[in-house]
């Protein structure tokens, strides 16, 4: 048996139909609410349907909303999208602030399966400027040049090294030798 | 002793630090160069003197760096101009991120507390920067309000898959589950405009957003 309905679903963000390029449109075709005319689980919806449910439809033309009072059902919401996904929810003991906040959701919601997005945009186009590589913003003499190259090679050092340090101040050494000499020289003659 | 007497010390640079690498010349803008390490060597009598050579530093003139600095601004207020700046791309702060933005691109904030609803239009302030194929404008560290017009579309608002906050104390009988889902928010990013032209300083800038 398939266990894929066990784990997360993950998935890269996408807005079904373009949306929002043109304007937005609201991608919930049709929610349905069923529940029970006379059991307390149903109570939430009902108090739902007596205050709120008429100024929400009213707000959104966009989508229809179904009341279907079944006998003895434990009361629950059905949201089609324009997709074609289905969305189920029990409302079962559920309030009427509880019902009003789900099914505002329901309203704003996509469609899209819950997923784990692993990131947290998308665009068709990567790069403007050119993707990055190595050798950009590099001298063009480079496209002239021979590998391996010696010159280019080397490590590029802006200090000496602690040899050339040595080195030079035995130079400066010998050179104030010489120089003391040659002063003691002009001095004896 | 004769042959360092003959050199200009004053006008050049005398350091075998730099004639090292001799693929390398020396100029102002350069910022290795003229770090203390440079200075050390510069009136520097230690030098191997068979190494000693003659680097020309090069120094920019300022009036002529304000023209070229000029003549860029002027193609890129052309460019916009005339409209041929291709598809623009921008870095908007959103939510304490910062996104990098191009038109028709999908972005999702991940936000209790993002207060906009679907099909709301927003004009996104804080842009850090924007470029084009041939030019960025590179905000220090916002760019001017009103220079660039940033607009997208709310198109979601949904929660996010259930997260879990696992707590536990080893050897302690201390474990706690914790499931909580954000909100998760999805906009359209419309459009990226320059509006204004580009490296003019107004008198007043801002007082458009104090008034509203």
Same mark, same amino acid.
């Given at each position: 048996m398939s266990k894929t309905h066990l784990y997360l679903r993950t998935g890269f963000p996408r807005a079904p139909l373009a949306n929002g390029l043109g304007r937005y449109m609201c991608q919930v075709k049709r929610i349905t609410i069923k529940f029970c005319k006379s059991h307390g689980? *149903? =109570?939430?919806?009902? &108090?739902? /349907?007596?205050? &709120?449910?008429? &100024?929400?439809?009213?707000?959104?033309?966009?989508?229809?909303?179904?009341? %279907?009072? =079944?006998?003895?059902?434990?009361?629950? #919401? /059905?949201?089609?999208?324009?997709?074609?996904e289905k969305f189920h929810m029990s409302f079962h003991n559920f309030n009427r602030e509880e019902i009003s906040k789900w099914v505002n959701l329901m309203k704003t919601r996509a469609g899209a399966p819950i997923m784990a997005y692993r990131k947290l945009g998308h665009t068709d186009n990567p790069s403007i400027q050119g993707v990055w590589s190595p050798f950009a913003n590099q001298d063009t003499s480079l496209n002239v040049t021979s590998f391996p190259n010696e010159k280019l090679s080397r490590k590029f050092q802006t200090e000496p090294t602690a040899t050339?340090?040595?080195?030079?101040?035995?130079?400066?050494?010998? #050179? @104030? &030798?010489? @120089?003391?000499? @040659? *002063? %003691?020289?002009?001095?004896? %003659? | 002793m004769g042959s360092l007497k003959m050199i200009p010390r004053t006008l050049s640079i005398l350091s075998s630090s730099l004639v090292r690498q001799s693929r390398l010349s020396v100029a102002t803008h350069n910022p290795i160069f003229t770090g203390n390490h440079l200075s050390k060597f510069l009136y520097s009598t230690t030098s191997s003197i068979d190494k000693l050579k003659l680097q020309q530093e090069t120094v920019l003139d300022p009036a002529e760096e304000k023209q070229m600095a000029q003549e860029v601004i002027e193609q890129v207020n052309n460019q916009i101009e005339t409209n041929e700046q291709g598809r623009l791309f921008a870095i908007i702060h959103i939510q304490g991120r910062q996104v990098k933005v191009t038109p028709d691109d999908i972005i999702i904030v991940d936000s209790n $507390?993002?207060?906009?609803?679907? $099909?709301?239009?927003?004009? !996104?302030?804080?842009?850090l920067l924007v470029g084009g194929a041939d030019f960025t404008l590179v905000g220090r560290p916002l760019l001017t309000p009103g220079l660039v017009n940033v607009i997208g579309t709310i198109i979601e608002k949904d929660l996010s898959h259930t997260r879990?906050? !696992?707590?536990?104390?080893?050897?302690?009988?201390?474990?706690? !589950?914790?499931?909580?889902r954000t909100q998760l928010t999805m906009i359209r990013i419309n459009e990226i405009e320059i509006k204004e032209k580009v490296g003019q300083r107004k008198d007043v800038e801002g007082g458009d957003r104090l008034i509203s």
């Open positions: 689980s *149903s =109570r939430g919806v009902r &108090d739902f /349907i007596e205050t &709120d449910m008429i &100024d929400f439809v009213k707000q959104n033309p966009e989508f229809v909303l179904y009341l %279907k009072p =079944r006998r003895h059902h434990s009361p629950h #919401l /059905i949201a089609e999208y324009l997709n074609g050339e340090l040595l080195l030079e101040m035995f130079k400066k050494q010998q #050179l @104030e &030798d010489s @120089e003391a000499n @040659e *002063s %003691k020289e002009e001095e004896s %003659k | $507390s993002f207060a906009p609803l679907n $099909s709301d239009k927003i004009k !996104f302030e804080k842009v879990t906050n !696992f707590r536990k104390i080893p050897r302690k009988r201390h474990v706690r !589950f914790r499931f909580f």
